[in-house]
């Protein structure tokens, strides 16, 4: 068995990929590793455990010791997910971002160097590239540009990452990825926002013109991109991750709507973010040359399965938005 470290296991991204990897990684070993900050719930894992190849340890990446003691067993891959991900809430107060993001980051290389290990995962952002005009893509060869906290906090990890493999050969790659929509995402984040909004009546608001262009990959592919870089990677490398589907925040908007029904009287003009980045679009050539990965959900389907899981699954988001789920952990584990 490969014992593979998951750091923010119990975030969007991070449960997704324990619950994907379980299925398709037939010789892993999962322990997660995560702070349970405001974005970390324990229902995103339920059962898990019952499969016999995951474990969930409750601990920060910023507490040296807690993560050295995950190494007391060898340690073949670890996958960094943890970290402060919500650009909003960057440009209100940086010092966590910076903590964790940058912090955090130094002290799971520090373990992973000092205990030795086969591929340390670097999960980063499209958004350390900061923002494109009408043409172009984002390569792994763009210049690093963030624009917000969030986004700096991330490239300032991307480039001590970069600096552990050329000065300690530590088998480390990075990942840049687009965004992602799915099952169990935070409903900050603008598409869980806007389905739970108007599941409860509510409109959306929508920032600035509307006319600001992501590139939308749903969670499942990210999480298969993620296991080939995991299981494949060249260390050293950066890999780009991409859905290859651009739309405006209207468009996005009006698609929902269908969705649920809904027309355009809900939708609410609100102020723009600051610095809010125009455009992110994804090149991601070298992924599918040198690993064989490409996106396979295609955004419609993706959007209806995606609606379909937050109007089956009320209980969890309610709880999300109550703040009830932050209680979850010490019933299912007595006590944080
Ligand atoms: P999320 O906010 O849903 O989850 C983050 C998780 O990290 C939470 O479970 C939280 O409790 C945990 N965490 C935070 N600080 C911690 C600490 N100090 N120690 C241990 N755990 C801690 O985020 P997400 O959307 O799942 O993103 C996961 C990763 O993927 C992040 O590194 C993010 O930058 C990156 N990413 C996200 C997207 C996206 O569209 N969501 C796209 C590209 C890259
Ligand atoms: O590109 C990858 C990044 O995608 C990840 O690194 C981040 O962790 C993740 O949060 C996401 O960042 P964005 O800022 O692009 O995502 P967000 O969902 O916050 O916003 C998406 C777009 O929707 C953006 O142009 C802002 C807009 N928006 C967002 C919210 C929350 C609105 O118009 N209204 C809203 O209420």
Request: hydrophobic share 40%; proline share 4%.
């Amino acid at each position: 068995m490969k014992r593979v470290i998951v750091t923010g296991a119990a975030g969007f991204i991070g449960s997704n990929f324990v619950r994907r990897a379980l299925e398709t990684q037939p010789d892993w070993h999962l322990v997660g590793y995560d702070a349970l900050t405001y974005a970390g719930n324990v229902q995103n894992l339920a059962g898990l455990e019952q499969t016999g190849r995951f474990e969930f340890v409750h601990g920060d990446i910023c507490d040296a010791p807690a993560v050295a003691a995950l190494f007391a067993a060898p340690v073949w891959g670890l996958i960094n997910f943890a970290a402060e991900t919500h650009v909003d809430r960057s440009i209100h107060g940086a010092a966590a971002f910076v903590q964790t993001n940058i912090g955090g980051t130094q002290v799971l290389l520090d373990e992973a160097r000092k205990h030795g290990l086969e591929k340390y995962v670097q999960v980063s952002t499209d958004e350390v590239y900061g923002s494109l005009g009408p043409e172009g893509r984002f390569t792994e060869q763009s210049p690093l540009a963030p624009n917000s906290p969030y986004s700096a906090s991330k490239a300032g990890a991307d480039l001590l990452v970069r600096s552990y493999w050329r000065t300690h050969d530590l088998p480390a790659v990075v990942t840049r990825c687009s965004n992602n929509y799915g099952p169990y995402q935070f409903p900050e984040k603008v598409i869980p926002l806007f389905i739970t909004n108007l599941l409860e009546g509510k409109q959306v608001p929508l920032y600035g013109d509307g006319l600001n262009v992501r590139d939308w990959i749903h969670v499942r592919d990210h999480c298969d991109a993620l296991i080939s870089v995991l299981a494949r990677g060249t260390p050293g490398e950066v890999y780009n991750i991409g859905g290859d589907c651009e739309l405006t925040n209207v468009a996005l908007t009006h698609a929902i709507l269908r969705e649920l029904g809904k027309d355009e009287s809900m939708i609410r003009r609100v102020k723009d973010r600051p610095a809010h980045d125009r455009r992110y679009a994804i090149c991601a050539d070298k992924i599918a040359t040198q690993l064989g990965w490409s996106p396979r959900v295609d955004f419609a389907t993706g959007l209806a399965e995606t609606v379909r899981w937050y109007v089956e699954n009320e209980a969890w988001w309610r709880a999300v938005k109550s703040g009830e789920y932050q209680k979850y952990y010490e019933l299912q584990y007595g006590g944080r």
